[in-house]
């Protein structure tokens, strides 16, 4: 009934024209130029050729020829929407960031929750680790903190992220899977990294096939530090704690929604939001200091490792509430481009060698991904504080210096453009000496213990969906060694475990453990975290 006033006449060949009025405006050319025609290409004759000046045709030809970006080379398939972070208590005594200065203040956020393997065509219900990535628009720039829904990562040292993500993804060769883990590639890779373990094992848990981006939990993975007014440090894992709780969907319902609906995630989100069921998860600190940190059995710079919550206690600290979904899929949630090398005054990195090579990583891709170095205009991109440099031109450039000031310290006064603040950021003046070289540390070679805690924290419940995802997804692996070195890693996490997946297997004799490095600190069956899980 809307469209029943719009004026429309057919032309000569049959075609519709909507005429511009009653409410709807005039569609232009990208020049403004009034279309009169956007049905018929201009011809030379009316059975002949199309001619080359017709500018209104090749104008909208090649822009449509444009429209494909690259998608990201992780993390391909996403959701976003915007919202809030609103702060609970100052947090003046241990950071100087802005944003955690004034209780009840709120910070507008945007999110995107991903899959990491899929193309952008995937399929939602993926058995897969989900991104949760938070930019955070303060009042003292942007804030990303570019998590996962599972606290730990399946390498240690970021050189290794090319491999890892090779061979998640497609095979080279035959283009497939898609979207799962399961194939020999992933699992040939991961069967010889034995510091992927842990993170196997949470990954073949329900976690990975969430029932909405609402019931998951969120994680900055690396330890980071806090540095108050005083230039003292703490170190800390930020967390993010779903209001709603946690849930997952089983295996069997998972492929079903896949079938029924792979947007289903997608839909879910945008649908609650728009229903004004705004999801909400709080922001958690595990706090600590270098001391305290030099008493875990393992290194805080191990991605491969979590800080149990049982000893360093989680304390939520403020709400991010998502409230509004996109205007525009592509050019909010394609276009935003996530860094862990966006922080802010308050907030530093530590050496975790997996955040190091991350903050190289997505600078880099985003230039070529968004076409150049100023995809920090875009909107979604831009912060909402006033911004100011001297950084000018290069493709699509809308924010070139204002005035003949180009470059500091010059002479031109109040005309000469910004200038440095002694209140700017700081980075935190940690001691670091010795030699050159390419090394992992020894504090990192325990790959089991972890794992172990995690299987054994588990239900009955949960175990036993462990045990099955492990027999499914190995079960697909054609390669028998890749098979047995699985379940020989398996011996070192827990036997009835690997018994149990050797069975589903067919196995007939069970592997000998794989070889272990010796934990240079405490083993954790010892340790005071174990005791408390055990208790
Ligand atoms: C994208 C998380 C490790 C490189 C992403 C995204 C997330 C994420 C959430 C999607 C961002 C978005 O929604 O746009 C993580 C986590 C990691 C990790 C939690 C480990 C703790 C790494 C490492 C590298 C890396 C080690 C490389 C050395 C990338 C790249 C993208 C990406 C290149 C695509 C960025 C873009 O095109 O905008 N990561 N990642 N990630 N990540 Fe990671």
Redesign the pocket.
């Known amino acids: 009934a809307q469209f029943a006033d719009q004026q429309v006449t057919l032309g000569e060949g049959g075609e519709t024209h909507q005429v511009a009025g009653n409410g709807t405006p005039v569609l232009t050319t990208q020049q403004g130029v009034p279309v009169a025609d956007d049905q018929n290409s201009l011809k030379v004759g009316s059975r002949g050729p199309t001619a080359l000046e017709d500018f209104h045709f090749r104008e909208k030809i090649f822009h449509f020829d444009h429209e494909r970006i690259p998608e990201?080379?992780?993390?391909a398939r996403?959701y976003g929407a915007h919202g809030y972070f609103e702060l609970y208590e100052s947090l003046s005594d241990i950071t100087s960031a802005d944003i955690f200065q004034r209780p009840g203040e709120k910070t507008p956020a945007f999110v995107?929750f991903?899959t990491v393997a899929g193309n952008k065509g995937s399929a939602d219900l993926a058995r897969d680790v989900r991104?949760?990535?938070v930019k955070l628009y303060t009042k003292e720039g942007n804030w990303d903190i570019?998590?996962?829904n599972i606290p730990v990562?399946f390498i240690q040292d970021?050189i290794k992220?090319p491999d890892l993500i090779h061979a998640a993804k497609q095979e080279p060769d035959r283009g497939f899977p898609q979207a799962q883990t399961a194939h020999d590639n992933f699992w040939d890779f991961a069967s010889l990294m034995p510091e992927s373990m842990h993170m196997i094992m949470w990954i073949m848990s329900d976690r990975t096939i969430p029932r909405s981006f609402r019931f998951m939990e969120g994680f900055g993975?690396?330890t980071f530090r806090l540095v108050n007014a005083e230039g003292k440090s703490t170190f800390v894992k930020f967390h993010w704690k779903p209001k709603l709780g946690m849930q997952s969907v089983v295996w069997n319902e998972a492929l079903k929604i896949n079938g029924a609906d792979p947007d289903f995630h997608r839909r879910d989100l945008w649908d609650a939001i728009k229903m004004g069921d705004y999801p909400e998860w709080e922001l958690g600190l595990q706090l600590f200091d270098e001391d305290f940190a030099e008493k875990f059995d393992f290194d805080v710079l191990d991605?491969t490792k979590l800080i149990p919550e049982e000893v360093v206690p989680v304390r939520r600290v403020g709400r991010l509430v998502l409230d509004r979904c996109v205007d525009n899929f592509f050019a909010e949630t394609e276009q935003?481009?996530?860094c862990t090398q966006n922080i802010v005054p308050g907030i530093d990195f530590t050496n975790d060698p997996?955040l190091q090579?991350?903050n190289f990583?997505?600078l880099d891709?985003?230039l070529k991904?968004l076409g150049g170095p100023n995809f920090t205009h875009i909107p979604i991109n831009a912060p909402k504080c006033p911004f100011l440099n001297f950084q000018q031109d290069g493709h699509m450039a809308m924010t070139n210096p204002k005035g003949r000031a180009n470059y500091e310290p010059n002479s031109w006064g109040a005309q000469g453009g910004p200038r440095e603040s002694p209140k700017g950021y700081h980075s935190y003046p940690a001691e670091e000496s010795g030699p050159k070289l390419r090394i992992r540390p020894e504090s990192f070679a325990d790959h089991y213990s972890q794992a172990r805690q995690f299987y054994i924290s588990q239900t009955p419940v949960e175990q036993d969906h462990i045990a099955r995802a492990l027999i499914f997804e190995l079960s697909k692996v054609e390669t028998p060694a890749i098979r047995m070195r699985i379940v020989s890693h398996l011996l070192n996490i827990d036997e009835e475990l690997a018994q149990q997946v050797g069975d589903g297997l067919g196995l007939k004799q069970l592997p000998k453990p794989a070889e272990a490095a010796k934990p240079t600190r405490k083993d954790l069956k010892e340790s005071p975290a174990l005791s408390i899980l055990k208790n």
């Not at 990201?72 to 993390?75: I, K």
């Open positions: 990201r080379v992780v993390h996403g995107r991903s991104g949760f990535a570019v998590g996962n990562f970021a992220f993975v690396h991605a935003v481009a996530f997996l090579g991350r990583s997505y891709t985003q991904r």
